[in-house]
């Protein structure tokens, strides 16, 4: 390997790991609110819309993932610096890495409230308040790329 691609290798690792991390983290999560609907529609089906909009809310995610893409693809080139490689690398892995997680436990936050509205409580607008918890370091992760970006370029 030569070291000129040293920076464009780490820059598309970088990416790889922000949309596959995120995206994943997505997945599992709308993936965990979906199975505890199929159950939940047993008890009361009449709810579906309230189960829906709880299973698809881990989806953001994933979109912060792709949206991170746009925000550094215009830095991606290759006459680009080893320390925008590594900081493109960094990003990727930083939002990656929280949006995996912050997905998975939205996606449980979100199946338990799903499971508690088909027992017959009101408790939509208090799982979406506190599905915003984990959501809200996803968007502290997506606003520090922005960041990054910034210093990159």
Do not use: H, W
Not at 14 to 38: C, K, R, V
Not at 133 to 144: D, S
């Amino acid at each position: 390997m030569e070291f000129g691609s040293l920076p464009l290798i780490l820059a598309f690792t970088g990416i790889g790991l922000l949309i596959a991390l995120a995206g994943t983290g997505s997945a599992i999560g709308t993936s965990t609110g979906a199975m505890t609907t199929i159950g939940a529609l047993k008890k009361r089906p009449e709810a579906f819309g309230s189960y829906l909009i709880l299973s698809a809310l881990p989806g953001t995610q994933g979109l912060y993932g792709f949206a991170g893409f746009f925000i550094l693809q215009d830095l991606i080139s290759p006459e680009m610096t080893l320390l925008q490689g590594a900081g493109i690398l960094g990003g990727g892995i930083g939002l990656g890495i929280v949006g995996l997680l912050s997905g998975i436990y939205q996606g449980r936050i979100c199946a338990n409230g799903i499971d508690s509205i088909s027992s017959g409580n009101d408790v939509f607008g208090q799982t979406m308040i506190l599905a915003v918890f984990p959501e809200l370091y996803a968007i502290i992760a997506f606003a520090a790329l922005f960041m990054i970006r910034g210093v990159l370029g």
